[in-house]
C-alpha cells in the first residue's frame, strides 16, 4: 500500500487487478498469521489482530479467509521467524520514502530494498533518516455518500479523533496511533464501515517532480517495492498528478 494523507493516492491503491489484490489478500493473511501465533486468536484480548483484522475487510478479504487463516495460524505450533523492519530511503528528486515489511529473511530483503533504490536513482538510507519527515497517525476513511458532513465530524470527534477532513469524496478522521482502534470500534458501533481504518506515515511536506522521465522512475520504485512479497506498506511524500494517478 502506498500513499500519502492525499485521498486520490489511496484511491490508486484500491483500483488494483485481480493479480494485485491477491498479492494484497496474501501480505495480510501472513500479518494475522504472525500477530495470531503472537498474541493468541481472540480479537478481543489482542488489539493487534483486532486492527488487522479491520484492516482486512477494509481490503475486502473475505470473512471466511480472515477466519480461516486465525484457525490454521492458532493450530499450527510451528512458531515462525518474521520480523517486522522498516526502511527508509530517497527516491528520485528527493523524495522520502518509507517502507514497513514483514520478512523471514532481513538479509534478502534489505538487498532487494537497496537494489530498488538503486534502480530507480535513488538510495536506501539509515533507520530514522526520512521517519522524521512524517507523522504516524491513525487514519480512518469513510465513503461521504449518502452522509451529513455536520454528524460525521460530530461522531468522530465525540469517539475520540484527533481531526477531521472532508475532500468532496471522502471522510478522513485521524487519531492517536494508540486510539485507533477504539475510535474505529465507536464508530463502527454506530453504523459507519470504513474504506481504510489503519496506522500511516504521513508526510509533513509533498515533494513534486517535474520532467516525466524522473516521475517514471519514481513510479516504477513504487510498484517494485509494493510487488515485493515481503513489503507490506509504502509510503512516501510525492505529490503525484493526476494522470499518474489515473492509469492505474
Known amino acids: 500500500m502506498s500513499g500519502h494523507s492525499k485521498w486520490n493516492n489511496i484511491k490508486r491503491k484500491k483500483e488494483k487487478t485481480d493479480a494485485a489484490k491477491a498479492k494484497v489478500f496474501t501480505k495480510i493473511g501472513r500479518e494475522i498469521s504472525v500477530i495470531v501465533k503472537t498474541g493468541g486468536a481472540n480479537p478481543n484480548e489482542n488489539s493487534k489482530l483486532k486492527d488487522a483484522i479491520a484492516k482486512a475487510k477494509a481490503a475486502n478479504v473475505p470473512n471466511e479467509n480472515i477466519e480461516r487463516i486465525i484457525k490454521k495460524a492458532a493450530g499450527d505450533g510451528e512458531a515462525n521467524n518474521y520480523e517486522e523492519l522498516t526502511y527508509e530511503g530517497y527516491g528520485p528528486s528527493g523524495v ?19 537494489h530498488y533504490f538503486d534502480k530507480c536513482g535513488g538510495n536506501l538510507g539509515q533507520s530514522g533518516s526520512v521517519t522524521f519527515m512524517f507523522d504516524r497517525k491513525g487514519m480512518i476513511r469513510i465513503e461521504a455518500e449518502g452522509r451529513d458532513e455536520d454528524t460525521v465530524m460530530e461522531d468522530a470527534l465525540e469517539a475520540g479523533a484527533d481531526d477531521f477532513n472532508f475532500d468532496g469524496d471522502v471522510f478522513e478522521i485521524s487519531t492517536d496511533p494508540n486510539d485507533l482502534g477504539a475510535v474505529r470500534d465507536a464508530l463502527e458501533a454506530k453504523g459507519y464501515t470504513f474504506i481504510s481504518a489503519e496506522t500511516e506515515y504521513i508526510p509533513q511536506t509533498m515533494t513534486t517532480i517535474e520532467d516525466e522521465e524522473t516521475a517514471a522512475k519514481m513510479e516504477k520504485l513504487i510498484d517494485m517495492l509494493e510487488e515485493n512479497d515481503d513489503v507490506q506498506a509504502v509510503w512516501h511524500n510525492w505529490d503525484m498528478p493526476e494522470d499518474e494517478l489515473d492509469e492505474d
Not at 520514502?97 to 534489505?110: F, P, Y
Request: glycine residues 6%; proline residues 0%; charged residues 30%.
Open 96 to 114: 522520502a520514502v518509507v517502507v514497513e515489511t514483514l520478512t523471514d529473511n532481513r538479509n534478502r530483503t534489505a538487498g532487494e530494498m537497496r
